[in-house]
């Protein structure tokens, strides 16, 4: 029930503040999708669930991001998180969103993410990302 709370609450902040929504899907050997939505210049909060597999063993992501590094055509980040349901534990991403290209909605991500729990790992992903409404 606390989880649900704190997602309910997170989501609630996040519609309210002035930001811009972005969605990403990351390859990896357990991929999942994302939905973020940037606050001010630097936190970029992120919910993340897994997919490619059964209910049962979807993992849920909740995760806050600080932009070290940001321009038009590239962000580095660094946050921390928790995971819950499937792998439960802490989780630790940094990566690189890049935006290639003339319309900067379109872009690419690639990330490194140590989770540790009772089975600890790093995972590494690549993916896709989309930011609608560029401000």
């Known amino acids: 029930m606390k989880k649900l709370l704190l997602l309910f609450t997170f989501l609630g902040t996040a519609t309210l503040a002035q930001a811009q929504w972005t969605t990403a899907f990351h390859i990896s050997s357990r991929p999942f999708v994302a939905v973020n939505k940037q606050l001010g210049e630097r936190w970029l909060p992120e919910f993340r669930v897994d997919v490619d597999n059964s209910f049962q063993y979807t993992g849920l992501e909740l995760v806050v991001n600080y ?11 660094g946050g921390l998180g928790g995971r819950a349901n499937y792998y439960s534990g802490v989780v630790i ?20 993410a140590g989770i540790v729990s009772e089975f600890s790992y790093l995972r590494g992903s690549t993916g896709i990302r989309y930011r609608f409404n560029k401000n």
Do not use: R, S
Request: proline fraction near 6%; charged fraction near 15%; avoid cysteine.
């Open 93 to 112: 991403p940094a990566g690189l969103n890049i935006y290639p290209f003339e319309n900067k909605n379109f872009g690419f991500q690639m990330e490194l």
């Open 67 to 77: 932009l070290f590094v940001q321009n038009e055509t590239y962000q580095f980040y």
